[in-house]
């Protein structure tokens, strides 16, 4: 068993030596970030779910190919990554959204603003390119730095600033679209 006061990088230490413990220990730290990431692109939980698990299979297997252990969660992101937009350009059109109605004890008339935002902000987001849909869910819903954007994407900080910029850009632009305002 694997005590959770250990970081990521003594546990990919730990798997690369074939530790059990430490593949199922960052697989419980880190698969709902991964599927919530995943879910967000692909707007189909089931899709999602496969992608994750995948995911973690690639890990298990490509441990040792892993520079450095303190970059995991990026690596395991960029795992991810490659494969949510290999199944977006594989998928013709995308299916509807499967989300659960947000927790909370608000009164309906506020979870249905929350959830009208939430379908609004999906639409809008499959109105973008994937590339540009990746970098907003990157950085806006997983809240990774620069960075780290850049090693999941294999762009540089610069690119990144410059594609977030013109992403968001073209968001406002779609929304401006939906809603007859001119820009």
């Not at 190919?65 to 995991?72: A, E, I, R, Y």
């Amino acid at each position: 068993m694997i005590r959770q006061s250990l970081s990521d990088s003594d546990l990919v230490r730990n798997l690369r030596s074939g530790s059990r413990d430490a593949f199922e220990e960052l697989y419980l730290r880190h698969k709902d970030a991964l599927y919530d990431y995943c879910s967000r692109l692909l707007r189909d939980g089931a899709r999602a779910e496969d992608i994750v698990h995948d995911s973690f299979l690639t890990i298990w297997n490509d441990a040792q190919t892993l520079k450095d252990p303190g970059s995991f969660r990026s690596w395991m992101f960029s795992i991810a990554r490659h494969r949510a937009l290999n199944a977006i350009r594989d998928r013709k059109s995308f299916d509807e959204l499967s989300e659960d109605s947000l927790p909370g004890d608000d009164d309906p008339h506020s979870i249905l603003v929350r959830n009208e935002q939430s379908d609004l902000i999906s639409d809008l987001l499959e109105m973008v390119r994937p590339a540009y849909k990746d970098l907003i869910v990157l950085k806006d819903y997983e809240n990774f730095s620069y960075a780290d954007i850049a090693n999941i994407t294999g762009l540089s900080v610069a690119s990144v600033r410059v594609h977030l910029f013109r992403a968001r850009k073209a968001l406002a632009k779609a929304y401006s679209k939906t809603h007859g305002e001119k820009e």
